[in-house]
């Protein structure tokens, strides 16, 4: 079966890059891209960006233009969300999902991401 | 960027009542519209897409219509265990916005 495990908790300082992993197993990476997608305490989904698990290409929201890199390693079946200048208003779960036509139809389990001085 | 607004933010029904949820484009994006389920501290779940076709497993209680800027999600009759929030996704083109969500409680 589809699974997407997401690397542990993290507490950042403001300032600090973050990095998050994604391993997918039980489909053939290429064929799907990953998204992004982040939940602040008590709030709802922001997306945040896509990458394709066939060449890489990328799609970033614009508000975190700059500030975010997606990547991915097909030999190990991971991609990679980096975060940069991390500020307290990015405290959040942190989500991978497998896009398939621009669906998201599996989901990490989550990753908390606290940002405090 | 095209908005996406759902309504109303939360509401309580009983056991086995109709339940109709709405989410409205700012824009049209023809039946380009995903529904997802969110059970507190789980990741969401995707139940219907272009708009009204049930993601494979999902009970057939769920229904999704609409096309253009109007959409609905109706859970036909309420179970305990469709507590939860739902949001509405376009996926026209990016970015692939959610709605605020619409939290549904039991009364």
């Known amino acids: 079966q589809v699974q997407l495990v997401q690397s542990g908790a993290e507490v950042k300082k403001p300032g600090a890059s973050l990095k998050v992993s994604c391993k997918a197993s039980?489909?053939?990476?290429?064929?799907?891209?990953i998204s992004w997608v982040r939940q602040a305490p008590g709030q709802g989904l922001e997306w945040m960006g896509w990458i394709s698990g066939y060449n890489g290409n990328t799609n970033y929201a614009q508000k975190l233009q700059g500030r975010v890199t997606m990547t991915t390693d097909t030999s190990t079946s991971t991609a990679y969300m980096e975060l940069r200048s991390l500020r307290s208003d990015d405290t959040a779960v942190y989500y991978c999902?497998?896009?398939?036509?621009?669906?998201?139809?599996?989901w990490g389990q989550g990753t908390l991401v606290t940002v405090s001085s | 960027d095209i908005q996406m607004t759902q309504s109303p933010s939360s509401l309580s029904a009983s056991v086995g009542d109709r339940v109709t949820l709405t989410c409205r484009a700012s824009q049209g994006i023809s039946n380009s519209l995903a529904w997802y389920q969110q059970k507190p501290g789980k990741a969401p779940k995707l139940l219907i897409y272009a708009a009204s076709t049930l993601q494979s497993g999902v009970p057939s209680r769920f229904s999704g219509s609409g096309s253009g800027t109007d959409f609905t999600l109706t859970i036909s009759s309420l179970q305990p265990e469709d507590v939860a929030t739902y949001y509405c996704?376009?996926?026209?083109?990016?970015?692939?916005?959610f709605g605020q969500g619409t939290k549904v409680e039991i009364k």
């Open positions: 999902a497998r896009e398939g036509q621009w669906l998201f139809d599996n």
């Open positions: 996704q376009k996926y026209n083109s990016a970015p692939w916005t």
């Open positions: 039980g489909y053939t990476f290429t064929s799907y891209g």
